[in-house]
């Protein structure tokens, strides 16, 4: 019950002060419809009046411009199409160029060749090398055959003794 009385009050505080600004809002009404119409005046004068032509210029200016702008725009898109394009061709140039120099680089480097001299060189050591247990084998059949009596019987002393 309380409240419903201080609403009451709150609403007759503020009707009071709403009669009170009811006649500076309709001052202020007033005061704006008459600049509203001093502007109206003016603007019918500027649109009917002495600066009917410049006006039109503006416009045709103005919509020049604005297809000149849409023209930049249209330009700028192209420009960063064309941005981007280059950049990857720089990248595949970049590519490029890397692999050519490589394979310049491969084509005077003497590294194969010198590995393959070294090779060359490790299988003539090798052969050599065969070559020399090829004459001690040699060697040994044929001493092996001269005493082939002699060579069985040492090698069937040395076959028993390993068991």
Do not use: C, W
Not at 23 to 44: F, G, W, Y
């Amino acid at each position: 019950m309380i409240r419903k009385e201080q609403s009451i009050a709150h609403l007759r505080t503020l009707k009071g002060s709403l009669s009170a600004l009811k006649p500076q809002v309709h001052e202020a009404i007033n005061a704006m419809s008459l600049e509203r119409d001093k502007i109206e005046h003016k603007t019918s004068i500027f649109n009917n009046g002495r600066f009917r032509d410049q006006l039109a210029e503006y416009h045709q200016a103005r919509a020049k411009i604005e297809e000149l702008e849409m023209a930049a725009e249209h330009r700028d898109e192209n420009v960063n199409v064309l941005n981007g394009q280059l950049e990857q061709l720089t990248l595949e140039l970049a590519d490029v160029k890397k692999q050519i120099h490589d394979k310049g680089k491969s084509m005077t480097d003497a590294a194969p060749v010198i590995q393959m001299r070294a090779a060359i060189e490790r299988l003539k050591e090798e052969n050599r090398e065969f070559d020399i247990l090829i004459g001690v084998l040699y060697h040994e059949v044929t001493q092996a055959r001269k005493g082939e009596g002699n060579y069985k019987q040492s090698e069937d002393e040395e076959s028993d003794e390993d068991y």
